[in-house]
C-alpha cells in the first residue's frame, strides 16, 4: 500500500472521479445520461438584493441577479442561481474562481457582500435523457413537470437523503450536490437508474 | 380439459398449475387463488385464529377475513388474502391458522418509491371512478387513476351489467386504455391507495411483478410505494358487503353474496350447487338470480323484509326461486361446511332446514369511507343505507359513487354512480381551475328495477330458551362473536372504541371492513341505542397491510443513510483504516499494521498510533469538522454574541478556541475562531454539529439580530484538512513548505498562515487537540487526497484515527461536547470557568450562569479517573457510587463514565467521568460497578498528561 | 406530510423544514435585569393551546429562512405564513 501512496502528484480530483465508469455504462442504453462535471466555480455571493451593490454586481458579471424565487439567470460563460431571498450562487467555468470572487468583491465597492469561494463545495451532477424526470421522481418530493419545473427553474431540495441545488436546463437536469455525498448521491442514482437502462 | 369441478362451461384462458396445502391444483388465467380454489371445489381454505375453526372464502376482494393464506415459493410471503393473491404457474401457497410465518432469509426483490403530482387523483376504477376520471382527464388536467385490480372495472367485473350495449367489464377496459393514452394521465393498476394524510397528501403501493411469480424481471421494482400530491382527490372506493351476526355464520360455505356473484360472472366459478340466500336488501336479488343463471340451484332466498322490491319478487318468481319474506336465517349448521340452513319466520311458525352447501349472506353495503375519514373528514350515517357515509371535510377531497352512498336505497344504481362520478369529475376540474369541457358523455346503463328499502338487521336473536352467541361472530378475523361484544356491553362498556380494545373486534389486517359497523350494530342493538349515536371506530392507515419490504423500499444497506466521506477516503479504505461512524461520515477509526503475521488488533493500532503522535509525528484526516465562513462588519460582534469568551479581540491572523451554550447555559458546540480579516471570520464546529451551529447562527441573525450585518457560509466540504501532529511536526511541515517560517517565533501556537504545503495553496493553523505540537493544513478539497499523499509520502508519518485522536485530547481532559457532555453540562462543570467571559454585558447563556441550579455545589463535574487496577478498562457509561458494597436499591449514583481509554503515554487506563462535585472529590476513592464487582477508582484532575502545557511548542 | 408554504420557495413538504416553537418570543431585552423567575420562563415556558398558534418554521433544506406561520394545532391547517419582524396577521 505504501508503494501505490509514495508519489505526490498535487493532482485535483473531483468528488464523484470514481464513478465515471459507471455513469458512462448507464448511460449507454440512450434514456438516460449520468455524468460529472468537475471543477465548476462556484461563488456564494450575499448581497442585499435591494441595494445598489446588489445591481452593480449584476451590471460587472453581466447578469442581473434573479430576484424571483427559484429561477437562474444566464450570461456568457456564468450562470447565476437563486438560493435565497438574499443569497446566490454564481456558476462559472473552471478556473474563473478567483477573478470571480475580485470582480465581486469589486462591485460591491465596500458595501457589505458576502463572497465566498465555495467552488470544491459541491460537484455537479448531470441527469440527462428522456428518463431523466423519472429517475428524479424516486427520491425528490417537487412536481418536476416541464410546466412546473421547466428550463430556468432552480431549487434548493433534498434528493433521497441529500440536499441538494437542483437545476433545470434544455437539456436535463444538473444536482449540486456537496462533496461529502457525492458518492452517496452517485451510488442513488445508479440504483435507480437500474430499471430504466435495463427497461431502455 | 383440467379437472375444475366448479368451473363454469366457457371459461377460456391459460391453464396454470399450482399448489396449497400439498396438494397440485389446476386454475386458468385471470384467477386469484381464491376463484381458483373454489373452481377445485377446495371450500376450507385456513383456520381461525384463537378457535381454530375451519374457514373459507367469504369475499371477493380485499375485505376477506377468512382466507389468510402464506405464499411459499418463489419467496415466502405471510398473511395474504387468497382473494387478492393473482393466480399464476407455480404458486405455492399454504392456508394459515391467522397468522403466518415471516421468511427465514432476505427477500431478493427490489422495492423502491417515487413521488407524483396531479391534479386530480381518482381512487377506484368503477363506474364512478372511470367517469370522474375521464371528465377530469378530457380537460387536459393531470389525472392519477388509482386501482387495487389487475383490472379495471370495480364493481363491474362482479355484475353482469352493460353499458352503452356492451359488457360492463369490456367498456371499463376500453374507457380505461383511451385514458392512459392521454398525455396527463397515469393510470395505476394493482396499487392500493393505503393512506390519505394531511394536504392531500396520499400513499400508495403498487404491485409491479408480484402477480408473475418467478417470471418477475430481475431488475424491476416488486412492489413501489407512491407518493402522490394530489390538488384534488376524487374517492371512487366503492362498498363492501357486510353480513349478519347469527349461528355458524363463518361456516365454510357461507359467503357474501356480492362475492358470490362476482365469482360467477367474473372468474367463471360456482361457489357451490345448491344455496340459500339471506338478505336486508334487493342487491342479493340479483346476486340469486345471476347464480341460478349460471346452474346453482336457488334454494330459497329469506329475507327479512315484509316487502322487497316488486321487480325483483317477480323475477324470482318467473325462475321458480321460493322468496321467504318475513324470514331469517337463525343457523347454518354442517360438519366443517355448510350442509344446510335453518330459515325461521321472524313472527310465529316454526324453523326448516334447507339443505343446501351455499349460504349466501348479504347484511347491506358499507360504503368504503376509510380514505375520506383519514384525511380528516367526518362521516353521518345513512338511515337509508344504515352505515356512514362522508360528511364534512376541510381537504379538497370527496366522494363519488357508492363509496358516498348514492343511491338512497342501500344499494348501487349504476347509472346513479355514473352520473355522481361525472359531476364529481366536473367539481374537481372547477376546483383545479381548468375549463369545463363543452359535453360530457355518460354512459347509459340498463334501466334497473326500483328498489325497495332496505332493513338493517345486525344480528338474529337465539332462541330465549338457548341464549348461546358463541358462534354469532362479528369479525371472523379475531374470532369475535356476539357473545364477547354482550360480555363487553355487561362490563358497562358502552363506546365502540372501548369495545373494540375489550374485544379486539376490527383490529384484525382486514382492519374490520366486513365486521366494523357490523360490531357497531350489535353493541347499539345491545345498549338498546342508535347506531347512528354510537358512530365509528377511528379509521386509520394503511387501508390494506403493506410490507415492510415496500415501506423501506430502497432506504436499506448502503443507501438506508448517507455515507459522508472526505476526499480523502480512498486511501484511508486502500491502507486498510477500519471506520467509524460519526453522524453520517465515515471517519477512519485507526489503521491496523499491515504485513506479515497475524493483523494488529485494536488495542495495539492505537498505543502504536498514540506513541507516534506524543513521541513522533502522525497525521489525521481532520476534514469533517464543520467550517462556516463569517463575513460582514459586525461579525465579530455576532461571534461576541454566541461565544462565551471575546472573539472581538482577537487579532487578524490569531486563532482563539471558544464554547457556544444555549440560553440555558449549557455547552452546545465547541471549535476554533480563526480571522482572515477585520470582517471575516472562519469558524469550526464539531464534526456532528456542523449543520446545528450554521443553523443555529442563521436562527440568531434572522429572528434576533436582524440588524447585525453577518452573512454566515457553509464551506465544511470546501476545505479538506490533516492534522500533522508530534514533536517530528514541524520538521516534516518545512519540509513540504519550503518557503514557511516554522520556527516558534515566526509562527507561534494559535496563530495562522497561508502556506504553499507540497505545492499546494494552504492555510496553515497552528492548533494543537493533542498537546502536542501539531498544525492543521487546509487546502481546497480537489486537493485532499494530493496532500495527504504527500504527508504520507516520505513514509515516516503514522496515519492515526479518530480512537486516537479521542485518546490523545482525552489524556490532556479536553472534552468532546456529546460525548463527555449531554446537554446538562456548563462550560464550568467541565473546568473551563477561564472560558466564560466576566467582561461581556450579555452573550447566549450568560444569564443562566447566575441561576441557583447552575451553581449547586453537586453539579457534576469533569473529573479523571484512575482505576486502582492500571489494567482495567471501565466501560464508558458506568456509574460510579460512593461505597465499596453495594446498599440495597435505590443506590444513589455519583455520576458515570464519559470516555475511558488506554493509555501509553500514561502506560494505564484511564477515564473521564462527570461526577457530583468531583472537583471536591479529587483525590478519593470510588467504586464503578462493572458486572458483579465494584472496580476501586481514585478521582483525579481531568488532566491527566502534560499539564504544564510544555509540549505544545515542541 | 404538511405542505408548507414557505414565504419565498412557496409550497414545499414538510420534512424539508425544522421546527422551532412558539413565535413572537423575544430574547429579553436585559436578561442580566430579570428574576430568576422571569429568566425561567424565557427559558421554559410556551404556549401549547388547541387551535391557531402562531410558531416558527425554517426552511432547512431550502432557503435556510427562518418564518413565521399560524397553525392550527387541531387540524393542521396552515391558515397564514409571514416573514420574521411582521406582526402576526388576523386570521378567522
Ligand atoms: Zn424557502
Known amino acids: ?200 | 380439459m383440467s379437472v375444475q369441478p366448479y368451473r363454469r362451461e366457457g371459461a377460456s384462458g391459460r391453464v396454470l398449475r399450482f399448489r396449497f396445502d400439498g396438494r397440485e391444483y389446476e386454475g386458468l388465467e385471470g384467477d386469484t387463488l381464491a376463484s381458483a380454489l373454489l373452481a377445485n371445489g377446495v371450500r376450507a381454505v385456513a383456520s381461525s385464529v384463537k378457535l381454530g375453526r375451519p374457514r373459507g372464502v367469504y369475499a371477493a376482494g380485499c375485505e376477506e377475513p377468512n382466507a389468510l393464506v402464506q405464499i411459499e415459493e418463489p419467496f415466502p410471503e405471510p398473511m395474504l388474502q387468497a382473494t387478492t393473491v393473482e393466480l399464476y404457474d407455480g404458486l405455492v401457497a399454504t392456508g394459515l391458522p391467522g397468522q403466518g410465518r415471516l421468511a427465514d432469509r432476505p427477500d431478493p426483490a427490489r422495492y423502491d418509491a417515487v413521488h407524483a403530482h396531479c391534479d386530480v387523483l381518482v381512487v377506484g376504477a368503477g363506474p364512478a371512478g372511470i367517469a370522474a376520471a375521464s371528465v377530469a382527464a378530457r380537460a387536459g388536467a393531470r389525472v392519477i387513476l388509482a386501482d387495487e385490480r389487475p383490472e379495471p372495472g370495480g364493481s363491474l367485473l362482479g355484475t353482469a351489467e352493460t353499458l352503452d350495449g356492451r359488457p360492463g367489464r369490456e367498456w371499463a377496459a376500453e374507457e380505461v386504455v383511451a385514458l392512459a393514452a392521454l398525455p396527463e394521465v397515469r393510470v395505476l393498476r394493482r396499487t392500493t391507495v393505503l393512506g390519505h394524510y394531511d394536504d392531500n397528501y396520499v400513499i400508495a403501493v403498487e404491485r409491479r411483478t408480484n402477480h408473475l411469480g418467478a417470471q418477475a424481471p430481475a431488475g424491476m421494482a416488486r412492489e413501489r410505494v407512491w407518493r402522490i400530491r394530489a390538488r384534488r382527490v376524487v374517492l371512487a372506493t366503492g362498498g363492501h358487503e357486510r353480513f349478519v351476526a347469527f349461528a355458524g355464520n363463518d361456516l365454510p360455505g357461507v359467503m357474501l353474496a356480492g362475492a358470490a356473484r362476482t365469482y360467477a360472472n367474473r372468474y367463471r366459478v360456482l361457489p357451490g350447487r345448491r344455496a340459500v340466500v339471506f338478505t336486508t336488501n334487493d342487491s342479493a336479488y340479483a346476486a340469486a338470480l345471476d347464480l341460478a343463471g349460471a346452474g346453482v340451484e336457488i334454494a330459497a332466498i329469506a329475507d327479512v323484509r315484509q316487502a322487497p322490491g316488486e321487480a325483483w319478487a317477480a323475477r324470482c318468481a318467473e325462475r321458480g326461486i321460493e322468496v321467504l319474506t318475513g324470514h331469517v336465517v337463525t343457523a347454518a349448521k354442517g360438519e366443517g361446511e355448510v350442509s344446510s340452513v335453518e330459515i325461521t319466520p321472524r313472527v310465529g311458525g316454526g324453523a326448516r332446514e334447507v339443505p343446501a352447501d351455499l349460504l349466501l349472506v348479504s347484511g347491506g353495503w358499507t360504503p368504503v369511507v376509510h380514505l375520506f375519514s383519514q384525511a380528516g373528514g367526518t362521516l353521518r350515517y345513512d338511515e337509508e343505507l344504515g352505515a356512514f357515509t362522508p360528511g364534512e371535510t376541510r381537504q379538497a377531497v370527496e366522494a363519488a359513487g357508492f363509496a358516498r352512498g348514492v343511491g338512497g336505497t342501500g344499494v348501487r344504481t349504476l347509472r346513479a354512480c355514473l352520473e355522481d362520478g361525472a359531476e364529481a369529475g366536473r367539481r374537481a376540474l372547477a376546483a383545479a381551475g381548468f375549463a369545463m369541457p363543452a359535453e360530457i358523455a355518460v354512459p347509459s346503463a340498463e334501466e334497473e328495477p326500483a328498489a325497495a328499502p332496505a332493513e338493517h338487521l345486525w344480528l338474529v336473536e337465539a332462541p330465549e330458551n338457548d341464549g348461546d352467541y358463541g358462534t354469532h361472530f362479528v369479525d371472523l378475523q379475531r374470532d369475535v362473536t356476539v357473545a364477547e361484544v354482550l360480555r363487553a356491553t355487561g362490563a358497562g362498556l358502552t363506546s365502540v372504541e372501548h369495545v373494540k380494545r375489550y374485544t379486539t373486534a376490527g383490529t384484525a389486517h382486514d382492519q374490520g371492513k366486513t365486521s366494523g359497523l357490523l360490531t357497531g350494530g350489535v353493541v347499539a342493538h345491545a345498549l338498546g341505542v342508535d347506531v347512528a349515536e354510537l358512530g365509528t371506530t377511528t379509521f386509520r392507515a394503511p387501508y390494506t397491510p403493506v410490507s415492510f419490504a415496500a415501506l423501506a423500499g430502497r432506504d436499506r444497506g448502503p443507501l438506508h443513510d448517507p455515507v459522508r466521506v472526505t476526499a480523502m477516503h480512498e486511501w484511508h479504505a486502500a491502507r486498510g483504516a477500519l471506520f467509524e461512524n460519526v453522524g453520517q461520515w465515515k471517519r477512519p477509526w485507526y489503521y491496523p499494521r499491515q504485513g506479515e503475521g497475524p493483523g494488529e488488533d485494536m488495542e495495539a493500532a492505537v498505543l502504536r498510533e498514540c506513541r507516534a503522535a506524543r513521541e513522533d509525528v502522525a497525521a489525521m484526516d481532520a476534514s469533517t469538522l464543520g467550517k462556516i465562513d463569517v463575513i460582514g462588519p459586525d461579525a465579530a460582534v455576532f461571534l461576541d454574541r454566541l461565544y462565551t469568551n471575546m472573539m472581538s479581540t482577537l487579532k487578524v491572523g490569531s486563532i482563539r478556541y471558544g464554547v457556544m451554550c444555549r440560553p440555558d447555559g449549557m455547552v452546545f458546540d465547541d471549535g476554533t475562531v480563526i480571522r482572515l480579516a477585520d470582517d471575516r471570520f472562519l469558524v469550526t464546529t464539531t464534526t456532528g454539529n456542523a449543520a446545528a451551529v450554521l443553523d443555529w447562527m442563521e436562527e440568531w441573525l434572522q429572528t434576533e439580530w436582524p440588524d447585525l450585518r453577518v452573512c454566515c457560509t457553509s464551506v465544511t466540504e470546501q476545505w479538506a484538512t490533516v492534522a500533522l501532529v508530534g514533536p517530528r511536526s514541524r520538521e516534516v511541515l518545512a519540509r513540504l513548505a519550503p518557503g514557511l517560517a516554522v520556527d516558534n517565533d515566526s509562527f507561534p501556537f494559535m496563530t495562522w498562515r497561508d502556506a504553499e504545503v507540497a505545492g499546494i495553496e494552504a492555510r496553515v493553523c497552528r492548533i494543537s487537540f493533542s498537546g502536542e505540537l501539531a498544525y492543521e493544513i487546509n487546502v481546497s478539497s480537489w486537493f485532499g487526497l494530493a496532500l495527504w499523499e504527500a504527508v504520507m509520502a516520505s513514509g515516516e508519518v503514522t496515519p492515526y484515527g479518530t480512537e486516537t485522536m479521542h485518546v490523545l485530547r482525552a489524556e490532556k481532559g479536553f472534552p468532546i461536547v456529546g460525548q463527555d457532555t449531554d446537554g446538562t453540562v456548563t462550560p464550568q462543570d467541565l473546568g473551563m470557568e477561564w472560558i466564560v467571559s466576566k467582561k461581556k454585558p450579555d452573550f447566549v447563556g450568560k444569564r443562566s450562569f447566575a441561576r441557583a441550579d447552575t451553581s449547586r455545589p453537586d453539579r457534576k463535574h469533569l473529573v479523571g479517573l484512575l482505576p486502582e487496577d492500571p489494567g482495567v478498562l471501565l466501560p464508558e457509561g458506568a456509574h460510579l457510587v460512593e461505597t465499596s458494597a453495594l446498599p440495597e436499591p435505590p443506590v444513589p449514583t455519583l455520576g458515570f463514565v464519559t470516555s475511558s481509554y488506554r493509555s501509553a503515554a500514561l502506560g494505564r487506563t484511564f477515564a473521564l467521568a462527570l461526577v457530583s462535585g468531583g472537583r471536591e472529590r479529587v483525590g478519593e476513592r470510588l467504586y464503578a460497578p462493572v458486572g458483579a464487582d465494584l472496580v476501586p477508582v481514585t478521582v483525579t484532575s481531568h488532566v491527566l498528561y502534560d499539564p504544564e502545557g510544555a509540549r505544545r511548542d515542541g | 406530510m404538511l405542505l408548507i408554504p414557505c414565504p419565498w420557495c412557496g409550497p414545499r413538504d414538510e420534512a424539508e423544514f425544522h421546527y422551532g416553537g412558539q413565535a413572537h418570543v423575544a430574547y429579553p431585552e436585559d436578561p442580566a435585569a430579570l428574576s430568576d423567575e422571569e429568566w425561567a420562563r424565557y427559558l421554559f415556558f410556551r404556549d401549547n393551546p388547541k387551535g391557531l398558534f402562531a410558531e416558527r418554521w425554517s426552511h432547512t433544506a431550502g432557503c435556510r429562512r427562518w418564518f413565521n406561520a399560524v397553525r392550527d394545532t387541531a387540524t393542521n391547517e396552515i391558515h397564514a405564513v409571514y416573514r420574521v419582524g411582521e406582526p402576526r396577521p388576523v386570521t378567522a
Not at chain 1, 458576502?114 to 470544491?120: E, L, N, P, T, W
Not at chain 1, 418530493?141 to 419545473?149: I, T, Y
Not at chain 1, 433545470?168 to 448521491?185: P, T
Open chain 1, 1 to 200: 500500500m505504501a508503494d501505490s501512496a509514495a508519489e505526490s502528484t498535487a493532482e485535483r480530483r473531483s468528488p464523484a472521479a470514481a464513478f465515471a465508469a459507471r455513469f458512462e455504462a448507464a448511460s449507454a442504453g440512450g434514456g438516460l445520461r449520468l455524468a460529472e462535471i468537475p471543477f465548476l466555480t462556484q461563488i456564494n455571493l450575499r448581497v442585499d438584493p435591494k441595494s445598489p451593490a446588489a445591481e452593480r454586481i449584476g451590471t460587472a458579471i453581466g447578469v442581473p441577479l434573479p430576484v424571483e424565487p427559484g429561477t437562474a439567470a444566464g450570461g456568457g460563460d456564468l450562470e447565476v442561481l437563486w438560493l435565497g431571498p438574499d443569497e446566490w450562487l454564481v456558476v462559472g467555468p473552471d478556473g474563473a474562481g478567483p477573478g470571480l470572487v475580485e470582480r465581486l468583491i469589486e462591485a460591491a465597492d465596500g458595501e457589505h457582500v458576502s463572497v465566498v469561494d465555495v467552488s470544491a463545495q459541491r460537484t455537479t451532477l448531470v441527469v440527462a435523457g428522456d428518463r431523466a424526470r423519472d429517475v428524479l421522481a424516486h427520491g425528490c418530493a417537487l412536481d418536476l413537470h416541464p410546466r412546473v419545473f421547466g428550463p430556468g427553474r432552480c431549487a434548493q431540495t433534498m434528493l433521497a437523503r441529500a440536499g441538494v441545488v437542483l437545476v433545470a436546463g434544455e437539456d436535463g437536469f444538473r444536482l449540486l450536490v456537496r462533496s461529502s455525498f457525492a458518492g452517496y448521491v452517485a451510488e442513488w442514482l445508479l440504483d435507480v437508474s437500474a430499471e430504466y437502462v435495463a427497461g431502455g
